[in-house]
C-alpha cells in the first residue's frame, strides 16, 4: 500500500500544500491505492514534502513522485496532447508553481490578514509550549526563502499586482473550457486545481482570495473538479 505524507489529514479535502494534493489527484485518477499520514517535512530526505513510500522505496517532489507512477504503471494523462499543448502546458504549470505558488506564500505566511488563519490552521492543535515558539520559527524560515526567491523583496502591492496578472491570464486561458487544455483532464490540472483551491476555497482569506474572487471562471473550475476527486469544496 502507497502511504502519502503530506501536512493536513482532513477527510474529503485538498492539503493546504498545492503539491501533495496533485500527487493525490494523480493516484486518485488513475485509482491507485494509498493511505494519508501527516508527515513531518524535516524528517524527510529533501525536507519538503510531499513523500510517499511504496515498500521500502521513499519518493519526495511531487514531479518525482508522478513520475515514478507514469513510469511503473505505464499511465501518461497528456497523452492526448499535442507537442505545441504541452509547451503551453508546461509554461503554465512553471508560472503556477514556480511564480503564483510564492506568492501564494507571502499572502499566507507574512501578510498579517493572512497569517492569522494560517497560524490557527496549521499550528492550532499543536500544544501550547510547541505552538508558542515553533510557527514564529517558520514563519521567519519562510520569509527568507521569499527573500532568496524574489518575491519577498517586493511591497505587498507590488506582489498582488504580480499575482492580479498571474491569475488573469489563467482565467483568459481557462475561458469557458471544462479543464486547461480542453474538455479531457490533463496534468496541468493536477498542478492548477490545488493551487487555486488553496488561493480561493480554504476559507484562509488574503488579498490574494479577493483577487481570485474576481474571476468567477476561476472559482467554477474549482467547484467543477473538486468533486469529480471526492473533494467536497
Not at 74 to 86: I, Q
Amino acid at each position: 500500500m502507497i502511504t502519502l505524507y503530506q501536512f493536513t489529514t482532513i477527510p474529503e479535502k485538498p492539503d493546504i500544500s498545492p503539491f501533495t494534493t496533485k500527487v493525490e489527484m494523480f493516484l486518485k485518477y488513475y485509482k491507485i491505492p494509498y493511505i494519508i499520514k501527516r508527515g513531518n517535512a524535516a524528517r524527510m530526505p529533501k525536507k519538503k514534502l510531499p513523500c510517499i513510500q511504496d515498500g521500502d522505496k521513499l519518493f519526495c517532489d511531487s514531479e518525482h513522485i508522478i513520475n515514478y507512477f507514469k513510469s511503473i504503471h505505464k499511465v501518461n494523462p497528456d497523452c492526448h496532447l499535442s507537442k505545441y499543448e504541452l509547451a503551453q502546458s508546461l509554461a503554465f504549470k512553471k508560472m503556477a508553481e514556480e511564480y503564483l505558488y510564492f506568492i501564494l506564500l507571502f499572502s499566507r505566511w507574512i501578510d498579517e490578514s493572512g497569517w492569522k488563519f494560517m497560524n490557527e490552521k496549521v499550528f492550532g492543535h499543536l500544544p501550547f509550549m510547541v505552538k508558542k515558539f515553533l510557527p514564529k520559527q517558520l514563519r521567519r524560515q519562510v520569509a527568507k526563502s521569499l527573500y532568496v526567491q524574489g518575491i519577498g523583496r517586493h511591497a505587498p502591492v507590488e506582489i498582488y499586482a504580480f499575482g492580479r496578472e498571474c491569475l488573469e491570464n489563467l482565467s483568459i486561458y481557462l475561458n469557458d473550457k471544462t479543464y486547461f487544455m480542453g474538455e479531457k483532464i490533463s496534468s496541468l490540472d493536477f498542478s492548477l486545481f490545488p493551487l487555486l483551491w488553496n488561493i480561493g476555497m480554504t476559507g484562509i482569506r488574503t488579498p490574494l482570495t479577493d483577487l481570485m474572487l474576481s474571476y468567477p471562471n476561476l472559482i467554477d473550475y474549482c467547484k467543477r473538479v473538486g468533486p469529480e476527486f471526492n473533494y467536497k469544496i
